[in-house]
């Protein structure tokens, strides 16, 4: 097993960069609940909108970590054992539903 990226058969993965993950997302949660605060409190449209971009890019930063790690450990793992094919599939798929 890849010891940066444990791939199994159950699709289950485990992140070496957990700890960093799970705090950036907790960070970008309290960013959603600040922008519906910013919403109850009936802020400036302009500035509501600019924390939505905000919160959309740390979200898109994580994706982008999350994708490096699936490419550098299950894909790699996949092309080395001969399974290129699916592999590349699925990641053609993935990126069509990031766009």
Do not use: F, W
Request: glycine fraction near 6%.
């Amino acid at each position: 097993m890849d010891s940066e990226h444990d791939c199994c058969s159950d699709k289950r993965v485990v992140q070496a960069d957990k700890p960093a993950l799970l705090k950036r997302m907790a960070r970008l949660e309290g960013q959603v609940r600040g922008i519906a605060g910013m919403i109850d409190d009936d802020r400036y449209c302009v500035d509501v909108l600019t924390q939505i971009a905000a919160a959309r890019s740390a979200l898109d930063a994580v994706a982008q970590q999350l994708l490096e790690n699936h490419l550098k450990g299950c894909v790699s793992r996949a092309v080395s054992e001969g399974n290129s094919e699916q592999a590349i599939a699925e990641v053609m798929a993935l990126l069509k539903k990031m766009r």
